[in-house]
């Protein structure tokens, strides 16, 4: 029953055209599946299950992919796109040698990305 109903959202929100916040975010950086889930740390069989069963991750992913995918989009004006995801999971310096992606977890380490790029999208150096 509840596989049912939720295959139904799943196809309710493809007729409506809008897409899951994971495929928005996974189409946006082209990347495959398996990459998607290493990057974010949750299994293949997770991000599959969002984008075909209709899923919906818990409340505190959806947050963190919402602030991944606003930062992708503002990363996208400063440096190349096909780049982002070496530098969202390459350990940086600037950020005591932890992977940028590792910090979307808190809400310090976001505040911390935000401004790191705003300062980026100035042309200040870090």
Do not use: H
Request: proline share 6%; net charge positive.
């Amino acid at each position: 029953m509840a596989r049912t109903m939720e295959a139904t959202q799943a196809t309710e929100r493809r007729r409506r055209g809008r897409q899951p916040q994971p495929v928005k975010l996974r189409r946006f950086l082209k990347i495959a599946q398996e990459d998607f889930a290493r990057l974010i740390g949750v299994s293949v069989r997770t991000v599959a299950r969002w984008e075909s069963e209709g899923v919906q991750p818990t409340s505190e992913i959806r947050e963190q992919l919402d602030f991944l995918l606003k930062l992708c989009r503002r990363l996208d004006e400063v440096i190349d796109r096909e780049n982002i995801t070496d530098w969202l999971a390459t350990p940086n310096p600037e950020f005591l040698n932890q992977p940028p992606v590792d910090l979307i977890k808190s809400k310090y380490g976001r505040r911390v990305l935000d401004q790191e790029i705003e300062r980026a999208e100035w042309g200040i150096p870090g």
